[in-house]
């Protein structure tokens, strides 16, 4: 007979009911979840074909047309994190030998270099120092010489701070007959965005930043024209779990089975894009700009210099210049461990240099921020 593994019986005795620390969540993700989001995440579950859960993911997607901006048609919430969001759109846009051409200004940049690289895109690359953004002339002289079939964009670049301006840039890839992809992680419901105005053809983000939800359920759109362009696929989509042309039968009218969606993260991003629209998308972004500039000044105020220009800094993540001789490390240890405080250290090339600082969905508070500048008034060396 087989004997069941087990834990040892004074191991089993000594677990005891889940209990994790409270935090303040100021890093790059994920912030805290509004407490109404979490309390529509404790609603008993369904099934995920009951007819009141489809309705549910109706509403889901006219919520999330009106946080982007924008009326395409297939607009979704993959089941997964950012991460799974980002290759649904890689996977589905690019074909083995396209060229795709990415802004590689910072982490996320990379990702999608080694993302679409590994569907067989034939991959480019423009770079910039890590905190800048391209300007159009810059996108327009990349684009004359590589003639992409996409250009890859990160909005807000969560490992710099930095945000990318993308007006004009749906011309440019017009022009150029070209799709534009944009990373919106660390921009949706805390940055403007207009996705249609701007004229992106095909976007992804998440819940656990700016929308104040936990992370499991990604935003994903794709305009008429990138549409067109998937089905004329030659080849299948290379991910069967993230494949549009199947996962579009079950948010759209077929209502065919494909996976169990994750029923409670829906009903939680279902609530936060609902607070979104209570509160109004314009108020909800001033209120992010609003309560960065405060979180600035304090930090300003502190002695700290920021690492992007005042011009282009992103709302909803700050980059702090870690001051010479200060052990970064230990600063957000302590921040983490005597106040209950978490904010992210520097990423790649600005690993040791800088602090991040994320005041994203529902942390984008004034107490938020007084709460941060004063542990760090106390544990930064006078
Ligand atoms: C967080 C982030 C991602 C990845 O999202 P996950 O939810 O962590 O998988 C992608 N792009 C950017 C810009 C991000 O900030």
Redesign the pocket.
């Known amino acids: 007979m087989t004997r069941t593994l087990s834990i040892n019986d004074s191991q089993r005795l000594q677990l005891a009911p889940l209990e994790m620390p409270t935090r303040l969540l100021l890093g790059?993700?994920p912030s805290n979840a509004h407490p109404a989001v979490l309390q529509a995440m404790n609603t008993p579950p369904v099934g995920h074909l009951d007819p009141a859960f489809l309705v549910l993911m109706d509403e889901i997607q006219s919520l999330l047309r009106y946080v982007w901006q924008t009326e395409n048609l297939l607009t979704i919430a993959v089941s997964g994190?950012?991460?799974?969001a980002?290759e649904a759109t890689i996977a589905n846009a690019t074909e083995p030998g396209d060229v795709v051409l990415v802004g590689v200004n910072g982490y996320?940049g990379n990702?999608l270099v080694d993302m679409a690289g590994r569907y067989g895109a034939d991959v480019r690359t423009l770079r910039k120092p890590w905190g800048q953004i391209f300007t159009l002339d810059e996108l327009r002289t990349a684009l004359e010489q590589h003639r992409p079939a996409i250009l890859a964009l990160?909005h807000?670049?969560?490992s710099t701070g930095a945000r990318q301006l993308l007006e004009g840039v749906g011309d440019l890839c017009r022009e150029f007959g070209c799709l534009l992809l944009v990373?919106t992680?660390?921009s949706l419901g805390g940055v403007p965005l207009f996705l249609d105005a701007w004229g992106v053809d095909l976007a992804y983000s998440?819940s656990?930043?700016g929308l104040g939800c936990p992370?499991g359920a990604?935003p994903f759109t794709i305009s008429p024209r990138a549409m067109e362009k998937l089905q004329q696929r030659r080849t299948k989509v290379a991910n069967w779990y993230l494949d549009m042309s199947l996962l579009g039968k079950y948010w759209g009218s077929d209502r065919t089975y494909h996976h169990t969606a994750p029923i409670n993260l829906y009903y939680a991003l279902r609530e936060a894009l609902r607070l979104v629209a209570e509160e109004g998308l314009a108020n909800c972004w001033q209120r992010h700009q609003r309560n960065v500039e405060y979180l600035w000044e304090g930090l300003e105020d502190l002695g700290l210099t920021l690492h992007v220009e005042r011009e282009f800094r992103l709302p909803t993540l700050t980059t702090v210049r870690i001051p010479e001789g200060v052990d970064g490390k230990a600063i957000t240890r302590q921040l983490l461990n005597e106040y209950g405080i978490e904010i992210g250290g520097g990423l790649g090339e600005l690993a040791g240099q800088a602090w991040r600082i994320g005041l994203m969905g529902f942390n984008s508070r004034q107490e938020s921020v007084d709460q941060l500048l004063e542990a760090l008034r106390q544990v930064l060396p006078k």
């Open positions: 790059p993700g994190t950012g991460t799974a980002m996320f990702r990160v807000a670049e969560t990373d992680v660390t998440c656990q930043k992370p990604s």
